[in-house]
């Protein structure tokens, strides 16, 4: 029993720190959170990084609140013939942000008349592996441009 109890200690802690899409039991839905941990840093400086530093010219900004929250949605490619939009939703507070990845639609499109598919209703494990992928790099992504330190240029350094 003890031993039972160790592998599934084991294997929850696994799922925990795994960087994969998962369906939220509650809402069926595809989604990846994380919690991005920045101390001593305040919300205003990790909502101007997100917007100085992050945000592509790509990315559409479907909602914003000010030191508080951000919302993209925007296309990206799979691969061959495929794509995909997501929405990336960070909420701010000092010292952390909170990151999801939601509301996923993919296209496999050959044609113009090719429709795009909720990833909640087709659970589709291709296009849940090529995100998966991707995931690693997002997050260093964040890590690289909000997240860490970003040094600052003092004048007198070119004295």
């Known amino acids: 029993m003890k031993q039972l109890v160790t592998i599934l200690f084991m294997l ?52 914003q609140t000010e030191n508080e929250k951000i919302v993209l949605r925007y296309l990206f490619r799979l691969g061959t013939f495929k794509w995909a939009k997501v929405s990336e939703t960070f909420n701010i507070r ?18 113009g008349a090719s429709k795009y598919k909720q990833l909640d209703k087709t659970s589709d494990k291709k296009i849940i592996k090529k995100i998966n992928k991707l995931l690693p790099d997002w997050i260093k992504g964040i890590n690289d441009t909000i997240i860490k330190e970003q040094e600052d240029e003092d004048e007198e350094d070119w004295k």
Do not use: C, H, M
């Open 12 to 63: 929850s802690s696994l799922s925990i720190n795994a960087q994969e899409l998962i369906q939220n039991e509650s809402t069926k839905r595809w989604e990846f959170v994380k919690i991005f941990e920045s101390p001593n840093t305040s919300a205003n400086v990790l909502y101007k990084r997100i917007v100085d530093n992050y945000v592509q010219e790509s990315a559409t900004i479907q909602s």
């Open 94 to 111: 000092d010292g952390k942000i909170r990151w999801k990845l939601s509301n996923i639609v993919y296209l496999k499109a050959i044609t």
